[in-house]
Structure formats: structure tokens, C-alpha cells
Nanobody, 121 residues
Framework: QVQLVESGGGLLQAGGSLALSCAAS????????MGWFRQAPGKEREFVAA???????NYADSVKGRFTISRDNAKNTLYLQMNSVKPEDTAVYYC???????????????WGQGTQVTVSS
């Protein structure tokens, strides 16, 4: 059974930094396509970033240059480093996983429960 557990969310000021973690069980992050999504109040869930088995990365234009997705194979954990955050980054952030990189950014098979990130101006 695949489980993805996010942590690291919180409240921070605009311009600050925050690192999210996603601990995986039931799958190996180095053998899967992994991603991050977010959902702001009143909005649809949107793609943020993804990393392939070969560590190719892809980002939404809104976070490119500010957020970095990475993984630690030894810890079987996915990360999202968020820098220069803006109030519009406020959302629940979800970890996701899929067998295919082509799918993880659109309709991943597995989801975490989410962690709240709130950015004040």
C-alpha cells in the first residue's frame, strides 16, 4: 500500500523560504515519478513541480526559479524547497506519485493528505 506523508508546512512572510518533505512508503521514490501540486482556497488543484526517475525536473511557470524539487533516495523522501515566496503561494501542498513522468504532472495515481502553507504580505 502506497503512502505519502507531507510535512513542513506553516506560516511565513513574503520573501521567506520553506522546505516541504514527503515521506514515501510502499514505493521507492527513485523508481517512480514524483510531483507536487497545490490548491488555494476556491481554486482548482494545480501542478507545481515534478521529478522523473532520471531526475529530470519540470516546473509550473509560476514557481520556476523560486522552487526546487528534489529527492533523497536513502531516506525515500521527496522535497520541495520554496524560496522568495509570495502571498499567492498560499495553498495546501500535496505530494503525488505515479509510475510515469508523463502522468505525474496531470493525473497521478497516488496522493498525500496535504500540508498547509500560508504566506503573509
Amino acid at each position: 500500500q502506497v503512502q505519502l506523508v507531507e510535512s513542513g508546512g506553516g506560516l511565513l512572510q513574503a520573501g521567506g523560504s520553506l522546505a516541504l518533505s514527503c515521506a514515501a512508503s510502499g514505493l521507492t521514490v527513485s523508481s517512480a515519478a514524483m510531483g507536487w501540486f497545490r490548491q488555494a482556497p476556491g481554486k482548482e488543484r494545480e501542478f507545481v513541480a515534478a521529478i522523473s526517475r532520471s531526475t529530470y525536473t519540470n516546473y509550473a511557470d509560476s514557481v520556476k526559479g523560486r522552487f526546487t524539487i528534489s529527492r533523497d533516495n536513502a531516506k525515500n523522501t521527496l522535497y520541495l524547497q520554496m524560496n522568495s515566496v509570495k502571498p499567492e503561494d498560499t495553498a495546501v501542498y500535496y505530494c503525488a506519485a505515479d509510475r510515469l513522468f508523463s502522468t505525474v504532472s496531470s493525473a497521478p495515481a497516488y496522493w498525500g493528505q496535504g500540508t498547509q502553507v500560508t504566506v503573509s504580505s
